[in-house]
């Protein structure tokens, strides 16, 4: 399978625990993107890496959220201190960096639930 | 304003019928636009992307372009019960200095067999 994964599929935590999620994006894709998606909505942007560089970051990502991408390759998302208002679907994207249309493929997503 | 506006649905059409789905956007100077479907618990999966004003056809799916108007569709002709599915519109806008999609809430298909 050649396309973004991640892991884990499913995470159900107390408040106030630490989370950490991991995505692989596609081999030969240098940019990769955080979203985090609520029910009814479309995906919100959280960050994005160019290779192992942190280019980007929402305003709306509090400091309790941190991202890393060590050799350029796969990322870790990190949620320290949870809270309720965190559940939510955390997706993937990569995209190739050469296209100027910025085509993005997504991952199956990491579903968190904190109770 | 929403940068990108949807109809939230959801839009009801028989098998067989032509499934249409608009978005608006706010950004005269995007560039790119795409259409994802996304089925009930899964992630967006990328159907098509479309960056010059007129058609663009793949299949059963065409999107339409029309940058004076700031404005995107999907249609889906012969729809099929398979395609019911939430239709995420995104748009490749600046903000803050870099590029990154904006996607709208999504438009709720339901196709009646």
């Known amino acids: 399978d050649t396309g973004v994964s991640q892991d884990p599929r499913h995470k159900i935590t107390k408040r106030g625990q630490n989370v950490t999620f991991r995505c692989d994006p596609i081999?030969?894709?240098?940019?990769l993107y955080w979203y985090r998606q609520t029910l009814g909505q479309g995906p919100e942007f959280l960050t994005y890496f160019q290779n192992e560089a942190q280019l980007e970051k929402s305003r709306l990502l509090s400091d309790r959220f941190s991202a890393e991408r060590p050799k350029g390759s796969f990322s870790t998302l990190e949620i320290q201190r949870t809270e309720q208002g965190d559940s939510a679907m955390y997706l993937c994207?990569?995209?190739?960096?050469?296209?100027?249309?910025?085509?993005?493929?997504f991952g199956p997503g990491t579903r968190l639930t904190v109770l | 304003q929403k940068e990108v506006e949807q109809n939230s649905g959801p839009l009801s059409v028989p098998e067989g019928a032509i499934a249409s789905l608009n978005c608006t956007y706010s950004?005269?100077?995007?560039?790119?636009f795409f259409w994802y479907r996304q089925y009930s618990g899964k992630s967006p999966e990328l159907i098509m992307f479309i960056y010059s004003n007129g058609d663009k056809e793949d299949g059963r799916f065409t999107a339409q372009l029309n940058k004076a108007s700031q404005y995107v569709s999907l249609l889906i002709r012969d729809s099929q019960p398979s395609d019911s599915a939430t239709y995420l519109c995104?748009?490749?806008?600046?903000?803050?200095?870099?590029?990154?999609?904006?996607f709208g809430s999504g438009t709720r298909l339901l196709v009646r067999p």
């Open positions: 950004d005269r100077g995007s560039q790119s």
């Open positions: 081999s030969e894709h240098n940019r």
């Open positions: 995104a748009v490749n806008m600046e903000m803050d200095s870099s590029y990154k999609l904006i």
């Open positions: 994207a990569s995209s190739s960096g050469v296209s100027p249309y910025n085509e993005q493929f």
